[in-house]
C-alpha cells in the first residue's frame, strides 16, 4: 500500500509500504478520506508530538473508510461497513480513567498513519472509538469527529452561557469549529485572525464581530472596548504559541476564563501577572484531546447537520500529493483542511 512517512521536520514522503496484518480484536479499514489538520501541521514543522508521535512515524490522524478486514473476536463490525475511528483510547483502568479523565489516562493509546491506503485499528480503539457512519454522511464530513470532539470537550469546559461575551484567537480550522459551537450557545463571539477567507467563514458561521490582527495595534483594548471596558467572559486561544497564551489572559475580565487551547511546543514557558491572575480571580484551562463521549457527541452533531462539516473542508488531493499539500498549507492562503484520497493513486 502507499503510506505518508513522517522522517522529521518537514520531512515527509509517501512510500510503499506492507498492508499492516491484523489480528485478535483488531480491524483493517480501507482509507476513502483522510483530513489535515493544525495539529498535523504543528508535527509537520516541528517534527515531534509530544505526546502522540515519535518519528520516524505513520502520519495523520483524521480518517474514515471502509472495514476491509476484521480480526477473530471482533463483534458488530462486518467487511464493507462505512467507519470512522478516533486517533485514541483511554486504558480505562488507570487512576485517571477511574476517575473520568480519560484525556490523562497513564497509558492513552494514539492512532497515526491517516495518510495512508490500509490502516489497522488496535482492539482497544476497535471497542472504545469505532463508529459505522450514517448513509448520508460522506467520508470527508465524518472524518472531522476529531477535531469537532476536541472543541466540544473545549465548550463542555469553558461552560459558556447564552449572552456571555467570548473573545476567540485564531480562526484555523479549530477556531472557526467553536465559533459555530458558541453561537450555538448563544454567547457573543468576537473573533480575532488574520486570513481574510477564515475571517469571513467566520462571519458566515456567525460570529458577531470579525478582526483581522494585523490591524488591531491592541487587541486587548479592542475586547474592554466592545465589553463595556471589562474585558471579555471567557477567551479562547486557538493559536498554540505563547505570545496568543499570554494575549489570551490579557482579554479576560476580572473572574473570567481563559481557555488555552492551542497546544505549544516542548520546553514553552508563558509570563503570568500573578497579581492580576489572583487579585482579578482569574481562571486558566487548557483543555487537550477528547474523550469516547465526545467522539459520539460529534458525529451525531454531523448527521444531524447541526455542524456542517463540508465547510470546513476547502480543497482535496491524491495520497501522492500530500508533501506538496502540507508544504502549502504552512503558506498563508484560502486553504482550511484538505480532503487526501489515498485510494486515487492506485
Ligand atoms: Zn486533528
Ligand atoms: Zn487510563
Redesign the pocket.
Known amino acids: 500500500m502507499l503510506a505518508a512517512v513522517l522522517y522529521g521536520k518537514e520531512d515527509v514522503r509517501v512510500e510503499r509500504r506492507p498492508t499492516p496484518y491484523i489480528g485478535d480484536g483488531e480491524v483493517l479499514v480501507r482509507i476513502e478520506t483522510a483530513l489535515t489538520c493544525g495539529t498535523d501541521m504543528k508535527v509537520y514543522r516541528r517534527g515531534y508530538h509530544a505526546r502522540m508521535i515519535q518519528v520516524p512515524s505513520a502520519f495523520g490522524h483524521e480518517f474514515a473508510g471502509r472495514i476491509a478486514a476484521t480480526g477473530p473476536g471482533v463483534d458488530g463490525f462486518q467487511v464493507g461497513m462505512r467507519v470512522v475511528a478516533a486517533n485514541s483510547a ?8 477511574r476517575r473520568g479523565a ?1 484525556t490523562v ?4 493509546l494514539f492512532l497515526n498513519g491517516a495518510y495512508a491506503q490500509y490502516i489497522k485499528i488496535p482492539a482497544r480503539i476497535v471497542k472504545q472509538n469505532l463508529l459505522p457512519i450514517p448513509d448520508h454522511v460522506s467520508f470527508a464530513e465524518a472524518a472531522m469527529v476529531e477535531p469537532l470532539a476536541c472543541v466540544l470537550r473545549g465548550i463542555d469546559e469553558s461552560r459558556v452561557v447564552e449572552g456571555e461575551n467570548v473573545a476567540l484567537l485564531g480562526l484555523g480550522p479549530i477556531g472557526l469549529l467553536f465559533v459555530r459551537l458558541l453561537k450555538l450557545r448563544g454567547a457573543r463571539v468576537l473573533a480575532f485572525g488574520r486570513r481574510p477567507a477564515r475571517l469571513r467563514l467566520a462571519e458566515q458561521l456567525g460570529a458577531d464581530a470579525v478582526f483581522n490582527v494585523d490591524l488591531v495595534g491592541d487587541i486587548p483594548g479592542q475586547v474592554r472596548g466592545l465589553t463595556e471596558g471589562r474585558g471579555a467572559d471567557t477567551v479562547i486561544e486557538c493559536v498554540g504559541h505563547p505570545s496568543a497564551w499570554e494575549l489570551a489572559v490579557d482579554c479576560v475580565r476580572r473572574g473570567g476564563l481563559a481557555i488555552l487551547f492551542g497546544g505549544c511546543a516542548t520546553g514553552t514557558t508563558v509570563r503570568l501577572d500573578a497579581e492580576r491572575l489572583h487579585y482579578d480571580q482569574l481562571t486558566i484551562k487548557s483543555p487537550f484531546h477528547h474523550t469516547p463521549h465526545h467522539i459520539r457527541e460529534a458525529l451525531r452533531l454531523i448527521a444531524r447537520r447541526v455542524i456542517d462539516a463540508s465547510r470546513w473542508i476547502s480543497h482535496r488531493a491524491s495520497l501522492v500529493d500530500l508533501p506538496r499539500v502540507l508544504a502549502h498549507l504552512a503558506q498563508p492562503n484560502g486553504m482550511l483542511k484538505v480532503a487526501i484520497h489515498p485510494q486515487e493513486n492506485d
Open positions: 483511554p486504558c480505562g483502568r488507570c487512576f485517571y480513567c480519560f489516562c497513564d497509558d492513552l
